[in-house]
T-cell receptor, first 119, second 112 residues
Framework: DSGVTQTPKHLITATGQRVTLRCSPR?????VYWYQQSLDQGLQFLIQ???????AKGNILERFSAQQFPDLHSELNLSSLELGDSALYFC??????????????????FGPGTRLTVL | ELKVEQNPLFLSMQEGKNYTIYCNYS?????LYWYRQDPGKSLESLFV?????AVKQEGRLMASLDTKARLSTLHITAAVHDLSATYFC????????????FGTGTRLKVLA
């Protein structure tokens, strides 16, 4: 158990809908990362937040957005869902992040994931 | 943009044998990560390598980094069935906006 929690574990929805995935980082971690894992795209980094601010951005679609709240939990919002959005979505956390004080090795701890199925 | 390539993609090996997984990356990466993923599970951090010549070992796994060759290796010594999993390497792309780039993964199966 990494200490990172994600809800829900499974989500089934229809095309065109909007969903919200939630992540709570390990106690003391300030950075949260979101990743998408699918069979055709592999593991893709989506976005990173550090202490409430966006810090790094990967291949995140404009239909997707994220935020980190003052209590450091994060939400990933996926809208106008398409069949191709079906994937495992992982959240990870670390003490800090690239280029930030305390980041040294920036080891990331992953949550159990949310499996999203779009029908 | 950083590209990360792993080989082999699939590896079937006998228990007790040694093997190496290779991770090549295309441009400068400020660090190199290795992760393990069991089927249907999340990712587990194995190693973070920060500098040229870095070597880290944990049990039967040893990872190394050669930044000049842009190569990291994950060496498996005397494999056991419990090591069966998919192993990913990932780098940090410092060109433009920072992002993490993963390799395609190496699916390892250790046969008894």
């Amino acid at each position: 158990d990494s200490g990172v929690t994600q809800t829900p574990k499974h989500l089934i929805t229809a095309t065109g809908q909007r969903v919200t995935l939630r992540c709570s980082p390990r106690s003391g971690d300030l950075s949260v990362y979101w990743y998408q894992q699918s069979l055709d795209q592999g593991l893709q980094f989506l976005i990173q937040y550090y202490n409430g601010e966006e810090r790094a951005k990967g291949n995140i679609l404009e239909r997707f957005s994220a935020q980190q709240f003052p209590d450091l939990h994060s939400e990933l919002n996926l809208s106008s869902l398409e069949l191709g959005d079906s994937a495992l979505y992982f959240c990870a956390s670390s003490v800090a992040g690239w280029g930030l004080a305390g980041s040294h090795d920036n080891e990331q701890f992953f949550g159990p994931g949310t499996r999203l199925t779009v029908l | 943009e950083l590209k990360v390539e792993q080989n082999p993609l699939f590896l079937s090996m006998q228990e007790g044998k040694n093997y190496t997984i290779y991770c090549n990356y295309s441009t400068t990466s400020d660090r190199l990560y290795w992760y393990r993923q069991d089927p249907g599970k999340s990712l587990e951090s194995l190693f973070v390598l920060l500098s040229n010549g870095a070597v880290k070992q944990e049990g039967r796994l040893m990872a190394s980094l050669d930044t000049k060759a842009r190569l990291s290796t994950l060496h498996i010594t005397a494999a056991v069935h419990d090591l069966s999993a998919t192993y990913f390497c990932a780098g940090g792309d410092t060109s433009g906006t920072y992002k993490y780039i993963f390799g395609t993964g190496t699916r390892l199966k250790v046969l008894a």
